[in-house]
């Protein structure tokens, strides 16, 4: 009996979906995200923190996020084994987050095969047109009551 439950909770903990929150700077809205999604998930998923800085990555880690790396390579390591990537639009773009998302970063972001939700928030020169302005609180809300519930309901 005590093998079988061992087990099934092996089992269940490789089925957990990764979701994988990357930012930087002070990991502000890392940590908000991750916030919101253990209220919401609990332990059903697995929250990795991938912070472009050691800051960041421990402010993501004290929201409670199941583990956490900084860095380069930590962040492009990870991002192929991710069932989500949640970030804002910058994780995407080289060399914005005042240069803390490198070339290496925004490619694997971006040829990851997980699913991307970016907030449509940026310090560059970019603008995305036909986004209106939602203050940061609702548009995390919006995320993860319209984006997350359906991607989870689909399993």
């Known amino acids: 009996m005590g093998i079988k439950f061992l087990?099934?909770?092996?089992?269940?903990?490789?089925?957990?979906?990764?979701i994988c929150v990357i930012d930087g700077q002070g990991g502000g809205i890392g940590s908000t995200v991750i916030?919101?999604?253990?209220?919401?998930?609990?332990?059903?998923?697995?929250?990795?923190?991938?912070?472009?800085?050691?800051?960041?990555?421990?402010?993501?880690?004290?929201?409670?996020?199941?583990?956490?790396?900084?860095g380069e390579n930590a962040i492009v390591q990870t991002v192929g084994r991710a069932d989500i990537i949640i970030g804002t639009i910058g994780i995407i773009m080289?060399?914005?987050?005042?240069?803390?998302?490198?070339?290496?970063?925004a490619e694997a972001v971006?040829?990851?095969?997980?699913?991307?939700l970016l907030i449509p928030l940026s310090q560059e020169n970019v603008e995305i047109v036909g986004i209106t302005p939602i203050p940061l609180p609702h548009l995390i809300e919006a995320l993860i009551q319209e984006n997350l519930k359906d991607f989870y309901d689909e399993s």
């Open 7 to 18: 087990m099934k909770k092996i089992d269940n903990k490789s089925a957990l979906k990764r």
């Open 94 to 105: 080289a060399h914005s987050m005042m240069g803390e998302v490198t070339p290496r970063v």
């Open 110 to 116: 971006s040829a990851s095969p997980a699913k991307k």
């Open 35 to 70: 916030k919101k999604l253990k209220y919401l998930f609990g332990e059903t998923v697995e929250i990795i923190a991938l912070g472009t800085n050691a800051i960041a990555t421990a402010q993501m880690l004290k929201a409670k996020a199941n583990r956490g790396a900084s």
